[in-house]
C-alpha cells in the first residue's frame, strides 16, 4: 500500500493552540496547509492520519482540500488522541 508522508504540507509557523475564535482558526489553517501534488490523489481512497483532535479544524480543512483540490475518492481519518474538554 503506498504511503504518501508528504502530499498534505503545514507552511503555517503559527500556533492555534490559544486561537479560539473557529472562524480565524479556520482562516489561519486555509492558509497554512497545502498539498505537494493535488493529483496524487486523483481516484484514491485516502486515510489521513493525525496524532491529535482537538477541535476537528486542521482535519475538516484538510479533509476538504482532499476531497476538492486533490479529488480524492474518499478520505477515513484516523487520530490517536483526543484533548479532554473542561467545557
Do not use: F, Q
Not at 485516502?46 to 483532535?53: A, E, F, H, R, V
Not at 477541535?55 to 480543512?61: C, D, P, Q, V
Not at 482540500?65 to 473542561?86: F, I, P, Q, W
Amino acid at each position: 500500500m503506498p504511503v504518501l508522508t508528504d502530499m498534505l504540507i503545514n507552511n503555517g509557523n503559527e500556533e492555534l493552540e490559544g486561537i479560539t475564535d473557529p472562524v480565524a482558526r479556520d482562516e489561519m489553517l486555509k492558509d497554512a496547509l497545502s498539498l505537494s501534488g493535488p493529483d496524487r490523489g486523483a481516484g484514491k481512497d485516502i486515510l489521513l492520519i493525525d496524532d491529535l483532535y482537538r477541535s476537528g479544524s486542521t482535519l475538516r480543512i484538510a479533509t476538504d482540500m482532499l476531497y476538492h483540490e486533490a479529488n480524492a475518492d474518499g478520505v477515513c481519518v484516523l487520530t490517536m488522541t483526543k484533548t479532554r474538554s473542561t467545557r
